[in-house]
């Protein structure tokens, strides 16, 4: 199971967000819907019993983790933007 959003930023960069659930999880809560504006640090769903999320940046954009870093959502400084 996958669940994609994408993002615009205020300055009309974009960004995007993929929730994937592995084989024993299976179930994703997406609680954000099209014109929802979300903040930083807001929860827009979740994976129940974990799997991944990807996140892809704007051009140009470094982020501020190293892979396999385990984050915690809404507290891990993903990249300023």
Do not use: K, W
Request: charged content about 20%; proline content about 7%; overall charge positive.
């Amino acid at each position: 199971e996958r669940n994609g959003l994408a993002l615009r930023l205020p300055d009309g960069r974009q960004l995007a967000v993929v929730q994937i659930a592995g084989r024993i999880a299976r179930r994703i809560v997406c609680t954000a819907r099209a014109g929802n504006a979300v903040r930083a640090g807001d929860r827009f769903g979740m994976i129940r019993f974990g799997s991944r999320t990807d996140l892809y940046l704007p051009p140009g954009v470094p982020p501020l983790v190293e892979p396999g870093q385990t984050m915690i959502g809404g507290e891990t400084v993903m990249a300023h933007l």
